[in-house]
């Protein structure tokens, strides 16, 4: 079942069509990281930016590396940095970075550059058939000297509004409970 599962995952994942929106970067992250860790149990942060770009292919893409943190990061509270940043023309670079376990060899080789192999899930390789998709990169390394990984990837967008009110701003992504009706606008 969970073979079939990932197989379902990754079709859905590679076929999803590019839609560009304008969007609010911790409003997404803050619903990745409430879906997947309900009880509060890690931390996360993130940047505070506006974006216009895929806003589902990021969604897909940085659930996926978070899920795969929380899942495989060895540790009962986990701290997941994300940030956003414009990349070259054309392009935002997303990072997310933790301080757990790091990633396997095998997981590293597919996140680099290795082709898929029977002993790899396939969430890992969807993500980055979907990011290569739209002409972005992904890399992956585990942090020397500590525990922890950092995942980079570029993706096309580009920031929205003044970006020396947004780089290097992180906000606590813990906001009290809310209301299923209140959509991601509210958190611009």
């Not at 969970?2 to 609010?24: C, G, Q």
């Not at 396939?122 to 390394?141: C, D, N, P, Q």
């Amino acid at each position: 079942m969970d073979l079939i599962s990932d197989v379902l995952s990754h079709a859905e994942t590679v076929s999803t069509k590019m839609n560009e929106t304008v969007f609010s970067f911790p409003a997404l992250c803050h619903n990745i990281c409430e879906t997947l860790d309900p009880q509060g149990r890690h931390r996360f942060s993130t940047s505070i930016s506006t974006l216009k770009a895929d806003r589902t292919a990021i969604q897909i893409a940085l659930r996926n590396i978070a899920e795969n943190a929380i899942k495989h990061g060895n540790r009962d509270t986990l701290e997941i940095d994300i940030s956003v940043q414009q990349g070259m023309p054309g392009m935002i670079e997303i990072t997310l970075s933790d301080n757990g376990k790091g990633f396997s060899d095998a997981a590293l080789k597919i996140m680099n550059g290795g082709r898929f192999r029977a002993d790899s899930g396939y969430g890992l390789f969807g993500i980055k058939r979907l990011i290569s998709s739209r002409g972005g990169t992904l890399i992956a390394r585990n942090l020397p000297d500590e525990e922890g990984a950092i995942v980079r990837f570029s993706i096309p967008g580009t920031l929205v509004g003044n970006e020396s009110t947004l780089s290097g701003t992180m906000q606590e992504l813990r906001m009290p409970p809310r209301s299923p009706l209140i959509t991601d606008r509210f958190f611009a």
